[in-house]
T-cell receptor, first 113, second 114 residues
Framework: EAQVTQNPRYLITVTGKKLTVTCSQNMNHEYMSWYRQDPGLGLRQIYYSMNVEVTDKGDVPEGYKVSRKEKRNFPLILESPSPNQTSLYFC????????????FGPGTRLTVT | QQQVKQSPQSLIVQKGGISIINCAYENTAFDYFPWYQQFPGKGPALLIAIRPDVSEKKEGRFTISFNKSAKQFSLHIMDSQPGDSATYFCAASMRGTNAGKSTFGDGTTLTVKP
């Protein structure tokens, strides 16, 4: 089954404790992205990757890091989480960049206290 | 600077009615305009998409109308059903050097009353 998986699905952590949210896709897609979803603000792109070792900032990259060492994986790293990073996070992948359908993962709900 | 503005924020429609959600964009370099549907607890899923070389695209009860000169596009849901109750997002993206970037509207929560 073609899918994007994220782990963990739920995470509660404390300010400053480094964490990683994993994302994996099995569709051999070139493009992958991370978004955060907040009430009334829609989906905002954090980072995206066009291929292995190629990443770039989206609209809200501050406080986040990403890496793309393998085509299928695109982890999101929060080196020092803060309460304002409490949000619902989605990973997505697409075959032909953003001018093609994006497949979204199920989401990771992160709470930073 | 918000590049895609979506309205209304919420919409209540009776079963069988027409739901209309509007989006306006600013960047004329955008060349792909999808609509995503999101149910509670799920990730968004593509519903329908259009490119600026056509003015309308229809898939079943869902239609996108696109007005290039006004830089606006809208989603029409005909014969709305309770199962259509969800959050809808419009989005815009482009090819070329910014092919990885994507901008979403703020979302519209649609409730279809039986």
């Amino acid at each position: 089954e073609a899918q994007v998986t994220q782990n963990p699905r739920y995470l509660i952590t404390v300010t400053g404790k480094k964490l990683t949210v994993t994302c994996s896709q099995n569709m051999n897609h070139e493009y992958m992205s991370w978004y955060r979803q907040d009430p009334g603000l829609g989906l905002r792109q954090i980072y995206y990757s066009m291929n292995v070792e190629v990443t770039d900032k989206g609209d809200v990259p501050e406080g986040y890091k990403v890496s793309r060492k393998e085509k299928r994986n695109f982890p999101l790293i929060l080196e020092s989480p803060s309460p304002n990073q409490t949000s619902l996070y989605f990973c997505a992948s697409s075959e032909g960049g953003q001018s093609s359908e994006q497949y979204f993962g199920p989401g990771t709900r992160l709470t930073v206290t | 600077q918000q590049q895609v503005k979506q309205s209304p924020q919420s919409l209540i429609v009776q079963k069988g009615g027409i739901s209309i959600i509007n989006c306006a964009y600013e960047n004329t370099a955008f060349d792909y305009f999808p609509w995503y549907q999101q149910f509670p607890g799920k990730g968004p899923a593509l519903l329908i998409a259009i490119r600026p070389d056509v003015s309308e695209k229809k898939e079943g009860r869902f239609t996108i109308s696109f007005n290039k000169s006004a830089k606006q596009f809208s989603l029409h849901i005909m014969d709305s059903q309770p199962g259509d109750s969800a959050t809808y997002f419009c989005a815009a993206s482009m090819r070329g050097t910014n092919a990885g970037k994507s901008t979403f509207g703020d979302g519209t929560t649609l409730t279809v009353k039986p």
